[in-house]
């Protein structure tokens, strides 16, 4: 049994990404079951072949605002994008992101920052979070690109962005544990998502909890934790 309490799954795929598998309503669907308190829909942007394009985006919070759930889900709208360059800017224009509530970025296959070398790809990543153009870095290791962590984790703690524990990239567990140990250490914030890209994975936090548990993470650090620590974090209304 552990201590730790994850009310919202914060990394959600739809079909809008482009290869997953279920539709809003359906991954909304599981996260009642799973009885969460909150799900955000963060789908890819055009930067990955296949993402959704800007207008989607700018639509997404009127498709959350009009989906009624049974239980007061709290649907959050967000995008996972693309850097597309050194300077860190985003694949969409700022004004299309405007509206949504939790911006994020990693790297991803078939990318800019994919085909960078290590040093350019940790510059492009330190400008985004200097430059808050993003709220959460996703699965910072894991994903196969490398990259200069500690410099990443010490940007997010300056500029008070957030490292994402992604619960589909816990496959080597020396580096989960690595990751957190350092996270914990300087006192960076974490976000905690399934990357679900079909419904079924949605809340599945049972690879991610014991992990928190063996470090003894501080709670205070994760922001899906609580409701007010989301509201405060991501400057939101639930
Ligand atoms: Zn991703
Ligand atoms: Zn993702």
């Avoid at 800019?112 to 290791?141: C, G, M």
């Amino acid at each position: 049994m552990t201590k730790y309490k994850i009310i919202a799954d914060l990394h959600v795929h739809t079909v809008a990404s482009g290869h997953a598998a279920d539709t809003i309503r359906v991954v909304c669907k599981a996260a009642e079951q799973k009885k969460l308190d909150g799900i955000a829909i963060t789908d890819h942007g055009p930067g990955v072949p296949g993402g959704a394009e800007r207008v989607y985006f700018w639509t997404l919070p009127r498709l959350a605002r009009g989906i009624k759930t049974h239980t007061g889900l709290r649907v959050i709208t967000g995008i996972e994008e693309d850097i597309k360059n050194r300077k860190g800017e985003l694949m969409i224009p700022a004004v299309f992101l405007k509206d949504l509530e939790i911006i994020m970025a990693g790297c991803h296959p078939l990318t800019w920052i994919a085909e960078q070398s290590a040093a350019t790809r940790t510059d492009a990543l330190i400008n985004a979070i200097v430059k808050n153009h993003i709220q959460v870095v996703t699965h910072p290791f894991g994903s196969g690109y490398d990259l200069n962590l500690e410099a990443v984790i010490d940007a997010c703690v300056a500029s008070g962005v957030a490292l994402e524990f992604n619960a589909s990239k816990v496959n080597d567990m020396n580096e989960s544990l690595n990751f957190l140990e350092r996270c914990a250490q300087k006192g960076a914030s974490i976000t905690v998502g399934s990357d679900a890209h079909v419904a079924e994975e949605v809340g599945d936090f049972n690879r991610i909890l014991p992990l928190l548990q063996k470090t003894e993470f501080p709670e205070e650090l994760i922001i899906n934790r609580s409701k007010e620590a989301m509201e405060s974090f991501f400057k939101l209304e639930w």
